[in-house]
């Protein structure tokens, strides 16, 4: 039976060179670490973890002036578990942002954007803007009187850049004010657009993490 | 850089891998310990502090205050300190867009800018200090949001020491830094720090005199239904108010009677199969908020009726009309608003009048609300506050005032004029809510349920 199993591993790392994975992506040395070097991962964890809860909302949320605010209420008090869904995406996000930021500290202050990887913290930043603009895109979407106003002064700010500003408003809006092609729009970034520009950002983030290293914390001669 | 410092750079990483861990397992598990605690912590807060909720966004209600999430707070602030500036104030887009754009701008390519290799933080004393009052700042802003920029006696004096902690100490930390770190040379690091300090303190200490001298002003909470049992109670309270007058307790009324100006007007009854049906819930809110006009139906939308209702309230009132009438909806258990009385129970105020009041009369008559100063938020309150506190309610008496108005007669002035009118203002109380006011006030107004309980309602 040892053998079978013995067989089976090696049928499989012939093909998928598992191996070769465990080499470069497990069993790699790294600098002496500790807590604050667990933010970029808990950062990933929470992404994943929105990725779920957010994919179970989608199940039960309508992304339409008349029916967004009940189908959250129904999400809410109908859905087994559906507060708790909804609860950990709600609190996910907040923390999230959180997190990234301190991340983003974090690097700042050990200097780890330097080189050899100016790239990392560029793309990072680029993470951090997604991250908030998931954030603005998200609270709308329960279509209630906080998130309807708050977008409503959002956006304006967002159209007050001088020349681009009306285009820039009407994109957001899909119009001169807040209607179904606003939600529908925020619901599309929400859904789509950012996670997926987010995806590939985050693959570029971890291949330039593990092709440099983690960086080590600075001492009298760096 | 040239290449032989990007050599030492490589040498000394390499150093430091030596002396270094694995990735698997060592990051791994502190990595693995980090998610399970910021799991834990997520199911602890959607557990016990739950997501706050908002009634229903509403077009029509512009005096909404909007509050974007928290981690938008201090832009929010910033731009409002910004728009209280003489001139510069007025032209919005440096606040809105320049300045957040460069900041953004220099973050994004911080690495091109700070091009010096040194990575130990005593040779980086202007970068981190410029990163350290900025988020403190932040931190400030934040925290400064919901705190007025005008005074109630309408001084700008809170803004202006916002101001002074939010954007003048950091602008002068700012071009302080800058003149430190290009004439004090090797010195500078240590008077950044001093700096830094100094400018750190000043902005809590002008931040906190704010707050101290110009407190939050007191919130309005205003609570609204969630559940479904209780947005059905919601729009059944609310149904009672607006609507029972012409379709009557259980929708079914054909001709109006008795309502002036719409007498003997012919309606649909609301409750029938044939409204329900072929009305969808949408439908329905249209009716309800802008009214049929030529067949008698006012409008009773916020938009069309300053004292209408608004988009969330004409839900609740669709909420439980479908599960009251429409045959096709299954009414949730609903617990009646308090205990129904038996034929000698005398009601209390723990039991009984708590959540009428808390229903029918607390709306307006709270601190903050214009009702004569007549408060019904305590058990002392009900009995004391107000313009006319002795004659509020009197233990046994019938023509104790709130006795009166509730029973449709307004207490008049010794000139005939009306001095406080029927309540509540819009419509009637039902008979068992004035029936429970009625034996309350008359046995003497019991507090507990025990005392209550020692008292008997005498039967005729």
């Known amino acids: ?222 | 850089m040239n290449e032989d410092v990007k050599q030492q750079i490589h040498e000394k990483y390499e150093r430091e891998l030596q002396r270094g861990e694995r990735f698997w397992p060592d990051s791994i598990f502190k990595d693995a310990i980090m998610a399970l605690a910021l799991f834990i912590v997520l199911i602890l807060l959607a557990t016990f502090v739950g997501v706050h909720d908002s009634p229903k966004a509403d077009p029509s209600d512009t005096s909404y205050i909007p509050r974007p999430e928290w981690y938008f707070l201090f832009l929010f602030k910033f731009l409002a300190l910004y728009g209280q500036i003489p001139v510069l104030g007025k032209i919005e887009w440096i606040a809105t867009a320049l300045i957040p754009g460069i900041a953004i701008g220099i973050l994004t390519l911080l690495p091109f800018i700070d091009k010096s290799p040194r990575r130990y933080y005593a040779k980086r004393a202007l970068p981190l200090g410029i990163m350290g009052i900025l988020v403190w700042g932040m931190v400030w802003l934040t925290l400064l949001a919901d705190y007025p920029t005008v005074a109630p006696d309408g001084s700008s004096t809170p803004g202006i020491l916002q101001a002074i902690a939010g954007i003048v100490i950091p602008l002068l930390a700012y071009i302080a830094f800058t003149v430190m770190a290009y004439t004090l040379k090797e010195r500078a690091p240590h008077g950044i720090l001093l700096t830094a300090l100094g400018a750190g303190a000043l902005m809590a200490g002008f931040s906190l005199l704010s707050m101290i001298l110009y407190p939050l002003p007191a919130k309005e909470t205003a609570e609204h239904p969630t559940s479904l049992v209780d947005r059905i109670t919601a729009g059944q309270d609310l149904y009672s108010i607006h609507c029972l007058e012409c379709h009557g307790e259980d929708g079914a009324v054909k001709v109006i009677e008795g309502v002036a100006g719409l007498e003997g007007t012919v309606i649909s009854p609301i409750s029938s199969r044939d409204v329900l049906y072929t009305l969808n819930d949408a439908s329905l809110g249209e009716i309800i908020a802008y009214g049929r006009p030529d067949l008698g139906m006012p409008p009773f939308g916020k938009a069309y009726n300053p004292e209408g209702l608004t988009r969330a309230e004409i839900d609740y009132i669709i909420a439980f009309m479908r599960h009251t009438w429409d045959d096709r909806y299954e009414m949730p258990k609903i617990q009646p608003l308090f205990p129904p009385l038996a034929p000698n129970e005398v009601p209390s105020y723990e039991v009984h009048i708590t959540p009428i009041v808390k229903r029918y009369c607390l709306s307006c008559h709270r601190p903050g609300k214009d009702s004569n100063d007549y408060f019904m938020d305590t058990y002392e309150n009900i009995l004391n506050s107000g313009d006319n506190g002795d004659m509020n309610v009197i233990a046994g008496d019938e023509n104790s005032f709130l006795l009166q108005v509730i029973q449709g007669k307004p207490i008049l002035n010794p000139d005939g004029s009306e001095a406080i009118g029927v309540m509540p203002p819009s419509g009637t109380l039902k008979p068992d809510v004035i029936e429970v006011f009625r034996r309350w006030v008359l046995m003497g107004m019991p507090r507990t349920a025990e005392e209550a309980a020692t008292l008997t309602w005498p039967t005729p």
Do not use: C
């Open chain 1, 1 to 222: 039976m040892q053998n079978f199993w013995k067989n089976a591993l090696q049928w499989l790392d012939e093909r998928l060179g598992l191996n070769e994975l465990y080499q470069n992506l497990l069993d790699r040395p790294e600098p002496l670490g500790n807590w604050w070097n667990t933010l970029g991962s808990a950062s990933l964890f929470l992404f994943l973890l929105q990725v779920a809860t957010g994919i179970f909302l989608t199940v039960y949320y309508n992304p339409s002036p008349d029916h967004a605010y009940d189908s959250i209420q129904y999400i809410m008090n109908e859905v087994a578990f559906g507060w708790l869904i909804r609860g950990i995406h709600h609190w996910g996000a907040s923390l999230m942002v959180l997190v990234v930021i301190i991340h983003m500290l974090r690097t700042f202050v050990t200097a780890s954007y330097k080189y050899p990887r100016e790239l990392t913290w560029l793309v990072g930043v680029g993470l951090l803007l997604l991250t908030l603009g998931m954030g603005f895109t998200g609270y709308l979407l329960p279509w209630h009187q906080m998130a309807y106003w708050a977008t409503t002064v959002g956006t304006q700010i967002a159209g007050s850049v001088p020349f681009i500003g009306e285009f820039i408003l009407r994109a957001l809006r899909g119009g001169p004010d807040l209607s179904a092609l606003t939600l529908q729009r925020f619901f599309a970034a929400h859904i789509w657009i950012l996670p997926a520009l987010m995806f590939a950002l985050i693959g570029l983030h971890l291949y330039l993490i593990i092709k440099h290293g983690e960086s080590h914390f600075p001492d009298k001669e760096d």
